[in-house]
């Protein structure tokens, strides 16, 4: 099956710990992109990639890392959590650029205490 | 700066009657938009698809609406069904930038049996 897989569905941690995010998609996507989801915001993107070892910022890219070492994986990394980063994360994954049908994953739920 | 917008949160309709949902755009650069919808605990999947080229799209129940002098971009469901019910959002991109995909804040659909 198609899917966009992000680990772990939740997660509570205290500030300043360490923290990853997993993404991985089986579709062969070249594009993929991290979004966080707020109450009256929407979906906000933090970074993106358009291949392998190419990421960029999105724009609320403050606070987060990635890294794109394989086609199928784009993990989150949060070096230094903050009460701020609290949120609904998302992973998504496309064919090409330019928006087609965007597969998410079925989201992080980050609470930082 | 909001470049899209959904102005309604919420939107109440009875089983079989037509939704409406609407979206507002300020970047004139945007020429391809989206609309994705999201049920509880899980990713947004994409619904349809409508290129600045068109100004109507149809699929099944669905049909996009789009008036590019109006910046305005509708979403028409009819008939309206109980499985409808969810979060709506909107989307654009502008293929030839960064290619991203911005989100509209949602509006959140309840279709009454």
């Known amino acids: 099956e198609a899917q966009v897989t992000q680990n772990p569905r939740y997660l509570i941690t205290v500030t300043g710990k360490k923290l990853t995010v997993t993404c991985s998609q089986n579709m062969n996507h070249e594009y993929m992109s991290w979004y966080r989801q707020d109450p009256g915001l929407g979906l906000r993107q933090i970074y993106y990639s358009m291949n392998v070892e190419v990421t960029d910022k999105g724009d609320v890219p403050e606070g987060y890392k990635v890294s794109r070492k394989e086609k199928r994986n784009f993990p989150l990394i949060l070096e230094s959590p903050s009460p701020n980063q609290t949120s609904l994360y998302f992973c998504?994954?496309?064919?090409?650029?330019?928006?087609?049908?965007?597969?998410f994953g079925s989201g992080t739920r980050l609470t930082v205490v | 700066d909001q470049q899209v917008k959904q102005n309604s949160p919420s939107l109440s309709v009875q089983e079989g009657r037509i939704s409406i949902l609407n979206c507002d755009y300020t970047n004139s650069m945007f020429d391809y938009f989206l609309w994705y919808k999201k049920y509880p605990a899980e990713g947004p999947t994409f619904l349809i698809s409508?290129?600045?080229?068109?100004d109507k799209n149809e699929d099944g129940r669905f049909t996009v609406f789009l008036n590019k002098s109006a910046k305005h971009l509708s979403l028409h469901i009819v008939p309206s069904q109980p499985g409808d019910s969810a979060v709506y959002f909107c989307a654009a991109s502008a293929r030839f930038g960064n290619e991203k995909l911005t989100f509209g804040t949602g509006t959140r659909l309840t279709i009454i049996p």
């Open positions: 409508i290129s600045s080229i068109k």
């Open positions: 998504a994954s496309s064919l090409s650029t330019g928006g087609y049908g965007y597969t």
